[in-house]
Structure formats: C-alpha cells, structure tokens
C-alpha cells in the first residue's frame, strides 16, 4: 500500500509568482485535505476536497485554490505569493464516506519559501 | 471557533521515564482527538487517536485518556526511548464531514540517554 506523497520536496519562489503543488492520496482514501504549517506551528487547515469539489475551508484567502482529480490525487494552487506564505504545505488523505473512517494521514509536505 | 492549547511547549526527560503531554479544547462538539509525531524535515505522523466515546485507549508504550468534562486529553508515553525524541501535536475534529483538524502548537520532546 502506497502512502501519501506530496511533489515537490521543495520550491523557491519570489513575490508575486504563482505555485502549484501536487499531491497524491494514500490507496483507497477519497478525500484529500490540505494544511499549512509555519516554522515553529502546528499544521493550519487550508480546505478539504471530496469527490472532486472543496466541501470545507479554513481561514485562507481566494488567491489559495485547489483541485481534485477523479483517481484522488490534488493541486493546492497559491497566487500572488507573499513573503508569509513561507511554510511547509502538507496533505492528508482519508477513506472518509462509504464506511471509512475519518483518520487524517499526512503526505510528506513540499517546503515552499517565498523571496 | 475551536482553539486547542497544549502543554508543556518542551519536555525533557531521561531514557527510561515517562513523558505526559496535556491539551484542553474548546469546543464541546469536538469528538476526535488524534496525536501525531512530527521528526524533523517529515510529515506529521499519526501514533493513537481517541474518540469521544471512550476515555482510554492504549497501544503498546503509548495511551491516551481523555475528560470530555474537562475536554481535556493526554498522551502519556511510558519507558522513553531516544528515538521518540520529536515534536507531538495534538488536534480536534467535529462530528462532521468536514474533515478539519484543528492543531495544538507542539510539544518538543528530547529524551536523552
């Protein structure tokens, strides 16, 4: 079985650019949800994607975007990057619906830092 | 909204003793309470999750107990060993289909030999 992985490990950006990152959910998980995590926190919920469409956002402006492809995997797309948006981008996938469970397991996050 | 504090921020103990780490949640409707382990440069990893219905829950080394009166929780990790040196989360989710966590802010472990 296959676990979340997340591309790519890292990224350097200026201000302004945009940035897609990619993620891939662990084998048989439908729901794929995305968080931030800043140096020194803990993980903040950007949105969570389910059957294809986000079905719930956290505290984040419309420049954070995303997408879900039908076999699970997701883009979260940043624009406009501004020098806050430094941080590790993590994903976690779970088999939620149909019998699953809720359990959250987290990909190993892209470092994106924002010059 | 749901805020979730945990104490302490580090711990520090010798190979061998045990580790108690404490998080209090505000929101009552919060039923799901997991603890990740986070090593330096990975993603967080799952280690025990509890739900509201239970008040304990142990796995080898490792429990946890929850008081939904208090809406406290802990992780208590026995017989320490240098390799469970890391940084622990604890986190909250509603009995939603939302699936947001909602994170402590870390509690830096270090066991030393």
């Known amino acids: 079985e296959t676990g979340v992985t997340q591309s790519p490990t890292h990224l350097i950006k200026t201000r302004g650019q945009q940035v897609t990152l990619r993620c891939s959910s662990q084998s048989g998980h439908n729901t794929v949800s995305w968080y931030q995590q800043a140096l020194g926190q803990g993980p903040q919920f950007i949105f969570q994607y389910y059957r294809e469409e986000e079905n719930g956002r956290g505290n984040f402006p419309p420049r954070f975007s995303g997408l879900q492809f039908p076999n699970y995997s997701s883009e979260l797309n940043v624009n406009a990057l501004e020098l806050d948006d430094s941080a590790l981008y993590l994903c976690?996938?779970?088999?939620?619906?149909?019998?699953?469970?809720?359990?959250?397991?987290f990909g190993p996050g892209t470092r994106l830092t924002v010059l | 909204g749901e805020n979730v504090e945990q104490h302490p921020s580090t711990l520090s103990v010798q190979e061998g003793d045990s580790a108690v780490i404490k998080c209090t949640y505000s929101d009552s409707a919060s039923n799901y309470f997991p603890w990740y382990k986070q090593e330096l440069g990975k993603g967080p990893q799952l280690i025990i999750d509890i739900r509201s219905n239970v008040g304990e829950k142990k796995d080898q080394r490792i429990a946890v107990t929850l008081n939904k009166t208090a809406k406290h929780f802990s992780l208590h990790i026995t017989e320490t060993q240098p390799e469970d040196s890391a940084v622990y989360f604890c986190a909250a989710k509603k009995n939603t289909g939302f699936q947001k966590l909602v994170f402590g802010t870390g509690t830096r472990l270090l066991v030393s030999p």
């Open positions: 976690a996938s779970s088999p939620l619906g149909a019998g699953g469970t809720d359990t959250q397991y």
